[in-house]
């Protein structure tokens, strides 16, 4: 059996930029040293995360596509491209909330 090894690593990819901001977060939450809002630090590696793990999907997939063995590697290429996604949309609802987090201290004028 063939092994697929970009397909694999977007899903270990891919889990890593969906996790980083949420346990980002829950450190920040639980910490008391880290305040809440560097927790924002994230944000930056979700999304580089998320694009390689989206680059990597795009390769398994091209290699699943190729292979004399069927389909190998296109169901995990499909699962690394989800969650590289939904790291992407993690990091974007972080982005909001950061913007939205300036805009009202600006506002506040503190």
Known sequence: MSRNAPALGSVL?????????????????????V????????VPAAIVLALIALALARRGERRARMTLVGRSGS????????????????????LTALAVYAALTYRGGS
């Open 13 to 33: 990819v891919g889990l890593l930029a969906a996790a980083a901001l949420p346990a980002t977060v829950a450190y920040a939450y639980w910490s008391d040293r």
């Open 35 to 42: 305040p809440l809002i560097w927790a924002g630090a994230a």
């Open 75 to 94: 169901f995990s290429a499909r699962l690394g491209r989800l969650l590289a996604t939904l790291g992407l949309v993690l990091a974007g609802s972080g």
